[in-house]
């Protein structure tokens, strides 16, 4: 009695972790499967309208700047729909391999990166390409990644934008931006 | 002819291209031997340094990039059981367990001359069928080149992915930001919303980069480490000749599979070395040994891989299709360097395709030398920290995305498509189909508007002649077959899954 209620017990759990895994990847892809239909609908009455131009002398509907894109737009929408439908269909129960169980810190990470990142790139102009990519690697090795080899970190921080500021400027013709006050020959 | 040849002879015979291709081959080996960068990475972060060459010598480096890297990804696969392209995973099967028995230098021997065995085979289909598939092309009008890109989209789109709607998304996705710009026809504006940096439209190295490099940074830099992989020893022992010659009907067949799956667009070289290894365990007197580290296998593998990469330039040069997303990255590249691949190529530049086959078989042999030195130091390379590497790419990017035009606005376009890319990785969204629907989708256009002039409007051209029908056909068909293997696929893995876990499927119903 006692080992048949174990295993109707181990197979409940069982049971539940494939429902919750089959409901994460259900919701992961019902997203993906509405931001189409929205994408999709979102150029078909509002961008493709309010941003292509369309001449009034065009001779044939297939021929106007609006069709292709529009064409896209309804076979995104299509898509969409049918991402939806073959979710709603299918349940499936193969995404036990997903990371459902990921800690919350990773996605402030990415957050905190691309803050990073647009930092850097609004760097670029003023401290010019090469000091900015030397401050930009020198941060994202020491401080995002924690590397234990800060020596290294920091000598190839300022070596790899001078090798390639070398190339490029010298070689490829490559106006690289610069600053003012630290200019390179 | 003569003239031709000797015109293409003189274009190789420079210092430059010499350098160039051997530079390329070991650029590719050793990015291909670090797991984490992949082929396609090495060739779009090489890319940027070909503006300032001639054709012929920034072709070839990718060329060389190219090759070296589906190489380079059997060390890791062999040293340390992680492929470093998925093209060498098959190559795991038996060169890991060969390791295990204390054979790691005849594994990577085996590798390395099935690999340039293959090549050459490769790179000689190339020779015979490019040439006459481009004279046959020369018939084809845009009608028959919009079903023809109608065709390589699906095929491309399906087999990119487990997931064939995501894929075929990916592709629409593609297809819509090639849009981005003035009208081919009209001139007027689409999607730029008054910025004047748009108006040429998203440039294609840019989108590159953003796609394939900038998600990897954000994907390390979300998780990062700095692990050390274990590496076994090389040891003593190399491939005797008379291995080779026992393997040699298996690395012949291998590199004539790799070369038909290659010419065909959209498959690759990863099912290229499965079927070649499952051919070669199928007819092999030592059958039972596949798997325990038989050198047959590893042979079997490699030569399949290999043998692709020389044919997806087959329909490149032939027709202007890519066949996979590197060459899709390669026709950036012509067109960077005002050349358009198809079959005026092979009228208006012949000496730049038999300069091309020259590099090709040259870069055969730079193969087999650079090879057997990479093997040797791989140690040192998995070694570089990824603390270290990721930060390098990073900057690279940053370089190589700002020299296509001069312009810091292509930096803030590549970042903002690193974090599209990244979302597309954690949506199972692949990537791939997207880049060959935007390099394709320009040209899908226009054919398409090409077609509607010449027709005035009517949708009838598309079906004008027989080699449109044998276009749509094949697409059809090839819809069908995608959308049935899906549908199968995705239930054998249901039913895997419920039988794991030993649930009663009722219950999930």
Same mark, same amino acid.
């Given at each position: 009695?006692?080992?048949?209620?174990?295993?109707?017990?181990?197979?409940?759990?069982?049971?539940?972790?494939?429902?919750? =895994? /089959?409901?994460? #990847?259900?919701?992961?892809?019902?997203? +993906?499967?509405?931001?189409?239909? *929205? &994408?999709?609908?979102?150029? !078909?009455?509002?961008?493709?309208?309010?941003?292509?131009?369309?001449?009034?002398?065009?001779? =044939? /509907?297939?021929? #106007?700047?609006?069709?292709?894109?529009? +064409?896209?737009?309804?076979?995104? *929408? &299509?898509?969409?729909?049918? !991402?939806?439908?073959?979710?709603?269909?299918?349940?499936?129960?193969?995404?036990?391999?997903?990371?459902?169980?990921?800690?919350?810190?990773?996605?402030?990470? +990415?957050?905190?990166?691309?803050?990073? &990142?647009?930092?850097?790139?609004?760097?670029?102009?003023?401290?010019?390409?090469?000091?900015?990519?030397?401050?930009?690697?020198?941060?994202?090795?020491?401080?995002?990644?924690?590397?234990?080899?800060?020596?290294?970190?920091?000598?190839?921080?300022?070596?790899?934008?001078?090798?390639?500021?070398?190339?490029?400027?010298?070689?490829?013709?490559?106006?690289?931006?610069?600053?003012?006050?630290?200019?390179?020959? | 002819?003569?003239?031709?040849?000797?015109?293409?002879?003189?274009?190789?015979?420079?210092?430059?291209?010499?350098?160039?291709?051997?530079?390329?081959?070991?650029?590719?080996?050793?990015?291909?031997?670090?797991?984490?960068?992949?082929?396609?990475?090495?060739?779009?972060?090489?890319?940027?340094?070909?503006?300032?060459?001639?054709?012929?010598?920034?072709?070839?480096?990718?060329?060389?990039?190219?090759?070296?890297?589906?190489?380079?990804?059997?060390?890791?696969?062999?040293?340390?059981?992680?492929?470093?392209?998925?093209?060498?995973?098959?190559?795991?099967?038996?060169?890991?367990?060969?390791?295990?028995?204390?054979?790691?230098?005849?594994?990577?021997?085996?590798?390395?001359?099935?690999?340039?065995?293959?090549?050459?085979?490769?790179?000689?289909?190339?020779?015979?069928?490019?040439?006459?598939?481009?004279?046959?092309?020369?018939?084809?009008?845009?009608?028959?080149?919009?079903?023809?890109?109608?065709?390589?989209?699906?095929?491309?789109?399906?087999?990119?992915?487990?997931?064939?709607?995501?894929?075929?998304?990916?592709?629409?996705?593609?297809?819509?930001?090639?849009?981005?710009?003035?009208?081919?026809?009209?001139?007027?504006?689409?999607?730029?919303?008054?910025?004047?940096?748009?108006?040429?439209?998203?440039?294609?190295?840019?989108?590159?980069?953003?796609?394939?490099?900038?998600?990897?940074?954000?994907?390390?830099?979300?998780?990062?480490?700095?692990?050390?992989?274990?590496?076994?020893?090389?040891?003593?022992?190399?491939?005797?000749?008379?291995?080779?010659?026992?393997?040699?009907?298996?690395?012949?067949?291998?590199?004539?599979?790799?070369?038909?799956?290659?010419?065909?667009?959209?498959?690759?070289?990863?099912?290229?070395?499965?079927?070649?290894?499952?051919?070669?365990?199928?007819?092999?007197?030592?059958?039972?040994?596949?798997?325990?580290?038989?050198?047959?296998?590893?042979?079997?593998?490699?030569?399949?891989?290999?043998?692709?990469?020389?044919?997806?330039?087959?329909?490149?040069?032939?027709?202007?299709?890519?066949?996979?997303?590197?060459?899709?990255?390669?026709?950036?590249?012509?067109?960077?360097?005002?050349?358009?691949?198809?079959?005026?190529?092979?009228?208006?530049?012949?000496?730049?395709?038999?300069?091309?086959?020259?590099?090709?078989?040259?870069?055969?042999?730079?193969?087999?030398?650079?090879?057997?030195?990479?093997?040797?130091?791989?140690?040192?390379?998995?070694?570089?920290?990824?603390?270290?590497?990721?930060?390098?790419?990073?900057?690279?990017?940053?370089?190589?995305?700002?020299?296509?035009?001069?312009?810091?606005?292509?930096?803030?376009?590549?970042?903002?498509?690193?974090?599209?890319?990244?979302?597309?990785?954690?949506?199972?969204?692949?990537?791939?189909?997207?880049?060959?629907?935007?390099?394709?989708?320009?040209?899908?256009?226009?054919?398409?508007?090409?077609?509607?002039?010449?027709?005035?409007?009517?949708?009838?051209?598309?079906?004008?002649?027989?080699?449109?029908?044998?276009?749509?056909?094949?697409?059809?068909?090839?819809?069908?077959?995608?959308?049935?293997?899906?549908?199968?696929?995705?239930?054998?893995?249901?039913?895997?899954?419920?039988?794991?876990?030993?649930?009663?499927?009722?219950?999930?119903?």
């Amino acid at each position: 009695m006692t080992a048949n209620f174990d295993a109707l017990h181990f197979n409940g759990v069982r049971f539940l972790i494939v429902e919750v =895994s /089959v409901m994460i #990847s259900i919701k992961r892809d019902c997203l +993906v499967g509405v931001l189409v239909s *929205l &994408l999709s609908l979102s150029l !078909i009455f509002y961008f493709i309208p309010q941003y292509i131009d369309t001449p009034r002398s065009v001779r =044939s /509907v297939v021929l #106007s700047p609006v069709f292709w894109p529009t +064409v896209i737009a309804w076979m995104m *929408l &299509l898509i969409g729909l049918g !991402i939806l439908i073959a979710q709603y269909w299918e349940r499936r129960p193969d995404v036990l391999e997903t990371d459902y169980d990921e800690p919350k810190e990773s996605y402030g990470r +990415v957050f905190m990166f691309s803050a990073f &990142l647009a930092g850097y790139y609004l760097l670029l102009p003023v401290l010019g390409m090469v000091w900015s990519s030397s401050l930009a690697f020198i941060v994202f090795s020491i401080f995002i990644s924690g590397t234990e080899y800060r020596k290294t970190a920091v000598i190839v921080g300022i070596l790899l934008p001078l090798a390639l500021y070398v190339f490029f400027y010298h070689v490829a013709g490559v106006n690289i931006p610069q600053n003012d006050f630290m200019r390179l020959p | 002819m003569i003239d031709t040849l000797g015109d293409a002879f003189l274009l190789v015979a420079t210092w430059q291209t010499v350098l160039a291709l051997g530079l390329g081959v070991l650029i590719g080996v050793i990015c291909g031997a670090i797991p984490g960068m992949s082929v396609t990475m090495a060739v779009a972060l090489t890319l940027p340094f070909t503006f300032a060459l001639e054709p012929i010598v920034g072709i070839l480096l990718l060329l060389g990039v190219y090759k070296g890297g589906i190489f380079g990804g059997c060390i890791p696969a062999i040293l340390i059981k992680t492929p470093g392209t998925p093209a060498s995973s098959a190559t795991i099967l038996d060169g890991y367990p060969m390791v295990k028995n204390g054979h790691a230098g005849k594994a990577l021997g085996m590798a390395l001359y099935a690999s340039c065995t293959a090549d050459i085979i490769s790179n000689l289909a190339l020779i015979m069928f490019a040439g006459w598939l481009a004279s046959f092309a020369l018939e084809f009008g845009p009608p028959e080149f919009f079903t023809l890109i109608v065709f390589s989209l699906t095929i491309i789109a399906g087999i990119a992915g487990e997931k064939l709607l995501h894929g075929l998304f990916s592709a629409a996705l593609g297809l819509l930001l090639a849009t981005i710009g003035l009208d081919l026809v009209y001139g007027t504006d689409r999607f730029i919303m008054g910025n004047t940096d748009l108006m040429g439209g998203l440039n294609f190295i840019v989108v590159l980069i953003g796609l394939f490099a900038i998600p990897e940074i954000i994907a390390y830099a979300r998780r990062p480490s700095d692990e050390h992989l274990k590496v076994h020893s090389l040891g003593n022992d190399s491939v005797t000749f008379s291995e080779y010659k026992r393997c040699f009907k298996t690395i012949f067949r291998g590199g004539v599979i790799g070369a038909v799956l290659g010419s065909v667009p959209g498959i690759g070289a990863a099912p290229a070395a499965f079927l070649s290894y499952s051919e070669a365990r199928r007819t092999s007197k030592n059958k039972a040994n596949f798997g325990k580290g038989e050198i047959e296998g590893v042979a079997a593998s490699e030569s399949g891989n290999s043998g692709v990469c020389g044919a997806t330039l087959i329909p490149l040069l032939a027709l202007g299709i890519p066949g996979d997303v590197i060459t899709a990255i390669i026709i950036g590249a012509f067109m960077i360097h005002g050349i358009q691949p198809g079959p005026l190529l092979f009228e208006n530049h012949s000496d730049l395709i038999y300069a091309l086959f020259m590099g090709l078989i040259l870069s055969s042999f730079y193969l087999l030398f650079i090879g057997k030195f990479a093997i040797k130091i791989f140690k040192h390379v998995v070694d570089i920290p990824k603390s270290i590497l990721l930060p390098s790419i990073m900057v690279l990017c940053v370089f190589g995305g700002f020299a296509v035009n001069n312009s810091l606005f292509d930096v803030m376009v590549m970042f903002i498509l690193g974090g599209l890319g990244y979302a597309m990785l954690r949506s199972d969204l692949p990537a791939a189909p997207f880049l060959i629907a935007f390099v394709l989708g320009p040209l899908l256009e226009d054919n398409f508007r090409q077609s509607m002039l010449m027709s005035g409007g009517s949708l009838e051209i598309l079906f004008r002649s027989t080699i449109t029908w044998v276009f749509w056909a094949l697409t059809i068909g090839t819809t069908f077959f995608l959308i049935k293997s899906s549908v199968r696929d995705r239930r054998i893995k249901r039913d895997a899954a419920i039988n794991a876990l030993d649930i009663d499927p009722v219950k999930l119903m």
